[in-house]
């Protein structure tokens, strides 16, 4: 497998927030679906639970180098992420991620109600897919998902309940006091095999094809089974859902998510294969009226705190990181391309 690399320098990164999150990882439940749900083979997979990092109108995928050409930006996990973040730089960062050998970069538009910024929680992000068919994301892995019903839906996260989501991204549900909002986007899992990125940052990501207690099955073009991740953004009550929702990308319908891989050595895979990592926890899941799996990011297990406290403002560090591969379009079933 060949993967291009160049060296990108870093440079000082915008201090951030982080956010109080402790979520639990309870058993999986398997269900039939077809594209964004859980296959029957290779199926199984893990959770890591991210708090809040910074926020910044930076995007180091879309707009690498530039500042305040983006919208904002929440930023989970690693701590160092700027606009020259890249692979090798993230892998020298700290993260506010639960398995410490996680460093990549995940991030969504900043959330409005009513048009006053109500900051997130944190993230629960969830690696689905087991077995020796399935291969770790090289670091400096890029990608952008969601604004399809195929791949973002909103929910409410109830105490003693599972999350279920809607049915359309552009429709938020007003949470009852008590729960709290959710954010899940979905990405493709089956890989091109060459690129870090691609023109529209998706492409070099395709959906596979599944049925009941079958193995997932992916195009020709894009033969590399990788993990499919699922991205659950909790937040706290000040957001209560419903039409007053906005982001900073406009409607509720630009629901998105980006995802920058940056994992120590061979740890994810050691992770999908079941080998050391934190034990190989799965999460739990529901079926979305959309067909969507839902991560278990309900009640008490999701939300223990409100709370945010800011952290010592870090120093981005420089090294080389993956020069983003050419998108190679093709089969299979390629979603609707973000803008981040």
């Given at each position: 497998?060949r993967?291009?690399?160049n060296?990108?320098?870093?440079?000082?990164i915008?201090?951030?927030i982080a956010?109080?999150?402790?979520?639990?990882?309870?058993?999986?439940?398997?269900h039939?679906g077809?594209?964004?749900?859980r296959d029957?083979?290779?199926?199984?997979?893990f959770v890591?639970?991210?708090?809040?990092s910074?926020?910044a109108?930076?995007?180091?995928i879309?707009?690498?180098?530039?500042?305040?050409?983006?919208?904002?930006?929440e930023?989970?996990g690693n701590?160092?992420?700027?606009?020259?973040?890249?692979?090798?730089?993230l892998?020298?960062?700290?993260?506010t991620c639960?398995?410490s050998n996680?460093?990549?970069?995940?991030?969504?538009?900043?959330?409005?109600?009513?048009?006053?910024?109500v900051?997130?929680?944190?993230?629960r992000?969830?690696?689905?897919g087991?077995?020796?068919?399935?291969?770790a994301?090289?670091?400096?892995?890029?990608a952008?998902?969601?604004?399809?019903?195929?791949?973002?839906?909103?929910?409410?996260a109830a105490?003693g309940?599972?999350?279920?989501?809607?049915?359309?991204?552009?429709?938020?549900?007003?949470?009852a006091?008590?729960?709290?909002?959710?954010?899940?986007?979905?990405?493709?899992?089956c890989w091109?095999?060459?690129?870090?990125d691609?023109?529209?940052?998706?492409s070099?990501l395709v959906f596979?094809?599944s049925?009941a207690?079958?193995?997932?099955?992916?195009?020709?073009?894009?033969?590399?089974?990788?993990?499919?991740?699922?991205?659950?953004?909790?937040?706290?009550?000040?957001?209560?859902?419903?039409s007053?929702?906005?982001?900073?990308s406009?409607?509720?319908?630009?629901?998105?998510?980006?995802?920058?891989?940056?994992?120590?050595?061979?740890?994810?895979?050691?992770?999908?294969?079941?080998r050391?990592g934190?034990?190989?926890?799965?999460?739990?899941?529901?079926?979305?009226?959309?067909?969507?799996q839902?991560?278990?990011?309900?009640g008490?297990?999701?939300?223990?705190?409100?709370?945010?406290q800011?952290p010592?403002?870090?120093?981005?560090?420089?090294?080389?990181?993956g020069?983003?591969?050419?998108?190679?379009?093709?089969?299979g079933?390629?979603?609707v391309?973000?803008?981040?």
């Amino acid at each position: 497998m060949r993967i291009n690399r160049n060296a990108i320098a870093a440079v000082s990164i915008t201090a951030g927030i982080a956010g109080a999150l402790v979520l639990s990882a309870m058993p999986a439940q398997a269900h039939p679906g077809h594209n964004g749900a859980r296959d029957g083979g290779g199926g199984g997979g893990f959770v890591v639970d991210c708090a809040f990092s910074h926020s910044a109108t930076v995007d180091p995928i879309v707009m690498p180098g530039h500042t305040g050409m983006s919208h904002l930006h929440e930023f989970f996990g690693n701590t160092t992420t700027n606009e020259n973040s890249t692979g090798a730089t993230l892998l020298a960062g700290s993260t506010t991620c639960s398995d410490s050998n996680d460093r990549s970069a995940y991030w969504v538009p900043a959330l409005f109600q009513d048009g006053v910024r109500v900051a997130p929680i944190g993230a629960r992000v969830m690696y689905e897919g087991r077995g020796a068919d399935v291969t770790a994301f090289p670091a400096g892995f890029m990608a952008v998902a969601g604004r399809t019903d195929q791949t973002a839906a909103w929910g409410c996260a109830a105490p003693g309940q599972r999350l279920t989501l809607g049915t359309s991204v552009a429709s938020v549900p007003t949470c009852a006091t008590g729960s709290r909002l959710v954010a899940q986007i979905n990405f493709p899992q089956c890989w091109d095999g060459s690129s870090l990125d691609s023109a529209d940052h998706i492409s070099h990501l395709v959906f596979g094809t599944s049925s009941a207690g079958q193995a997932t099955v992916c195009p020709a073009d894009h033969p590399v089974r990788v993990p499919q991740v699922r991205i659950a953004v909790t937040y706290p009550a000040a957001a209560t859902g419903g039409s007053g929702v906005t982001l900073s990308s406009g409607a509720a319908s630009t629901l998105h998510a980006d995802i920058f891989e940056a994992w120590t050595g061979n740890s994810l895979q050691n992770r999908i294969s079941g080998r050391g990592g934190r034990g190989g926890q799965r999460p739990a899941a529901t079926v979305g009226q959309n067909g969507q799996q839902a991560a278990d990011v309900t009640g008490a297990q999701a939300v223990v705190t409100d709370q945010a406290q800011a952290p010592a403002a870090g120093q981005g560090n420089r090294g080389d990181g993956g020069r983003r591969g050419p998108g190679q379009r093709g089969g299979g079933a390629v979603p609707v391309a973000p803008a981040a």
